[in-house]
């Protein structure tokens, strides 16, 4: 590691980001909606699991109480229909970086502008 930090050289050419420009790739081409999605799933499956070995080793009587059988399949499912919900029915708030604040429209405070697609 000493070395990369003392050889600017071999520095640049590992880290330095100075030639890419995001705009490259139009922002069609970086949107993944099927990957996501299996992304978004198997994370609520990794945890449920996760928590399902972390009560296993910690206290097995509580984990045969939520887990025995197929009560893990139910826990998936309520995950599921929980991100569902928040999916159709709610908006959820996003972090506005000139109000520092979470808002309904993150938009606020920007200078208006135009897009046509």
Do not use: Q
């Amino acid at each position: 590691m000493e070395y990369i930090l003392w050889n600017r050289k071999e520095f640049d050419i590992i880290y330095n980001c100075t030639g890419i420009n995001v705009d490259d790739i139009p922002i069609e081409k970086r949107r993944y909606p099927i990957t996501a999605t299996i992304c978004i799933i198997l994370g609520f499956i990794y945890y449920i699991l996760g928590i399902n070995r972390c009560l296993e080793m910690a206290f097995p009587n509580i984990s045969k109480i939520l887990f025995h059988n197929n009560r893990v399949y139910i826990w998936i499912i309520f995950c599921n229909l929980y991100g569902l919900y928040w999916l159709l029915f709610r908006y959820p708030p996003i972090f506005n970086g000139i109000e520092f604040g979470d808002l309904l429209d993150p938009l606020i405070g920007y200078k208006p502008f135009r897009v046509e697609i």
